[in-house]
């Protein structure tokens, strides 16, 4: 079974940075678009950026001009690079691969980022 392994997570004060990785414990047959998403206490887990199997990157309002999404399929890895971080970002991040084939999506088991303000 693919497991998602996530890390960069931590605490940063504001304005920092912090590069957050998920990587694919092995190769995703017909893989598709990758993603971050976020859930802070108490919140719904939200969408924060996904980016489609060509490199086209989406990105929330709340983080666009300051997050940037990459990934290597090579590697079947998925990157988010976080500048300018704000107290506001603070949340347990995830990131998301989709697939064509059965299971169609998997999780990774969540990374925690807290920004201090």
């Known amino acids: 079974q693919v497991q998602l392994v996530e890390s960069g997570g931590g605490l940063v004060q504001a304005g920092g940075s912090l590069r957050l990785s998920c990587a694919a414990s092995r190769s995703i047959f017909s893989i598709g678009a990758m993603g971050w998403y976020r859930q802070a206490p108490g919140k719904q887990r939200d969408v924060v950026a996904t980016?489609?199997?060509?490199?086209?990157?989406n990105y929330a309002a709340s983080v666009k001009d300051r997050f940037t999404i990459s990934r290597d399929n090579a590697k079947n890895t998925v990157y988010l690079q976080m500048n300018s971080l704000k107290p506001e970002d603070t949340a347990v991040y995830y990131c998301?691969?989709?697939?064509?084939?059965?299971?169609?999506?998997?999780w990774g088991q969540g990374t925690q980022v807290t920004v201090s303000s």
């Open positions: 998301n691969v989709r697939a064509m084939a059965y299971p169609y999506q998997y």
């Open positions: 980016i489609t199997s060509t490199g086209t990157g």
